[in-house]
């Protein structure tokens, strides 16, 4: 049986435990199997209601972002409604590394294709890269609605910080 991954531009299901969903956006994959997803405010009773993902899409507020697994995909929890162009306008952060120990800190870009050292301001202000299990993105989505309790790690999927673009000039 082939195992169902997430890829760029597939928007996804994401239950919330009282009959609704939320929706999500795989934006791109990383050579670790882990995805860049994106979730909207966009939150439906039916997953057969949403006429024009390509709309949808279009519209929708973003809620959350980040690096996950696609796991939840796999096992059949979160449904792949279809495949449309991803969002161009997604958050894409910057973030701090440690390169060859811990005081040696980088910044590198959303992408993980760029970095180059940090300054002391840059560090102190930038966000570790964090990445989630698909179970993870699920629970902040429920805490964000009242649905389940909302922790302190979850605070790093939500859109602040340094971006790429500030980082770098020019993505």
Same mark, same amino acid.
């Given at each position: 049986?082939?195992?169902?991954?997430?890829?760029?531009? =597939?928007?996804?299901?994401?239950?919330?435990? @009282?009959? *609704?969903?939320?929706?999500?956006?795989?934006?791109?994959? #990383?050579?670790?199997? #882990?995805?860049?997803?994106?979730?909207? =405010?966009?939150?439906?009773?039916?997953?057969?209601?949403?006429? @024009?993902?390509?709309?949808? /899409?279009?519209?929708?507020?973003?809620?959350?972002?980040?690096?996950?697994?696609?796991?939840?995909?796999?096992?059949?929890?979160?449904? /792949?409604?279809?495949?449309?162009?991803?969002?161009?306008?997604? $958050?894409? $952060?910057?973030?701090?590394?440690?390169?060859? &120990?811990? &005081?040696?800190?980088?910044?590198? =870009?959303? &992408? %993980?294709?760029? *970095?180059?050292?940090?300054?002391?301001?840059?560090?102190?202000?930038?966000?570790? *890269? #964090? #990445?989630?299990?698909? %179970?993870?993105?699920?629970?902040?989505?429920? &805490?964000?609605?009242?649905?389940?309790?909302?922790? =302190? @790690?979850?605070?790093?999927?939500?859109?602040?910080?340094?971006?790429?673009?500030?980082?770098?000039?020019?993505?």
């Amino acid at each position: 049986m082939a195992v169902a991954n997430l890829k760029p531009g =597939d928007v996804f299901t994401i239950p919330l435990g @009282d009959g *609704r969903f939320g929706l999500g956006q795989a934006i791109t994959a #990383s050579p670790q199997d #882990s995805v860049y997803m994106v979730v909207f =405010d966009a939150i439906v009773a039916d997953e057969t209601e949403i006429g @024009d993902l390509a709309e949808l /899409v279009a519209t929708a507020e973003l809620r959350l972002a980040a690096w996950a697994g696609s796991e939840l995909v796999e096992i059949g929890r979160w449904k /792949v409604l279809g495949r449309v162009p991803a969002r161009a306008d997604f $958050p894409r $952060p910057a973030f701090k590394v440690a390169i060859g &120990g811990p &005081g040696n800190i980088h910044v590198e =870009d959303w &992408g %993980m294709t760029r *970095r180059r050292p940090a300054t002391a301001e840059e560090a102190a202000r930038l966000p570790l *890269r #964090s #990445s989630f299990s698909a %179970m993870a993105v699920e629970s902040a989505l429920k &805490g964000l609605l009242s649905l389940g309790p909302w922790r =302190d @790690d979850y605070e790093d999927m939500l859109f602040k910080g340094p971006t790429t673009q500030e980082m770098f000039g020019d993505d």
